[in-house]
């Protein structure tokens, strides 16, 4: 994962970034000129040369590949997790949803269609509201190898906003079933039909799923 950047604007790794600062220390020590004139004029080539500062480079070093190594890991297993949010195009994955209700398998190729029913959209929503749940329970900070810092706080906030855009496609789309319903226009188009849902049904999911009813909506379920 980055975490710094080089003079020329570049993004450093944490393994870089610990490179440059312990090159600095040791630029550091030229600034300090030596007493005896038989040596070097200043301290940085016995610094250099100290076993004990080799080691403990190295540890650090060490630290540092490892740490990386965590945070590569957690970059995969949250990309495992939640790429597809970010990953899928939007109007595809809705378009093949209203024609054969789920998405379909890479390998799957003249599939019947088969538009969604009320039940295909209440588990996708339902998904995504578990997505965000899993998005809410992630630590604002996790800490790798015991010292390096993660704020997730900006990748949960960007996420979660990606889910609520999936599940508002959704209930949008889902929305428009009672709206059909009560002015009684038919909802079916020749290229993408669709069945009719429970009216009560789809507005309580919709009112479950967070969306503001209107007026004339709300009002049939809770009358």
Known sequence: MPSDLS?????????????????????ASDLVPRISARRDTNYQPSLKQSSVLNALEQTVMSNAKKASE?????RAELNQKYGRLWTRNRADAIREFMTYGRQLGPDEHDVDEAPPTLKEFKREV?????????LNAIDDITVLQGWLQVDLRP??????SLAD?????????????????????????????ESSFPLTETLLLLESSGVELPPSMAAHIHC
Do not use: C
């Not at 993004?11 to 312990?22: D, G, N, T």
């Not at 339902?126 to 899993?134: A, E, F, M, V, Y």
């Not at 990748?155 to 979660?160: A, H, I, K, L, T």
């Open 70 to 74: 965590k945070a590569e890991q957690l």
């Open 126 to 134: 339902q998904n995504l509201q578990g997505i965000r749940s899993k």
């Open 7 to 27: 003079a020329a604007g570049e993004i450093l790794s944490v393994e870089q970034s610990l490179q440059a600062i312990v090159a600095e220390l040791y630029k």
């Open 165 to 193: 855009e999936w599940s508002h496609m959704f209930t949008d789309r889902l929305l428009q079933k009672p709206e059909d319903s009560l002015q009684k226009v038919p909802l079916e188009t020749e290229d993408q039909p």
């Open 155 to 160: 990748f949960r906030d960007s996420v979660m």
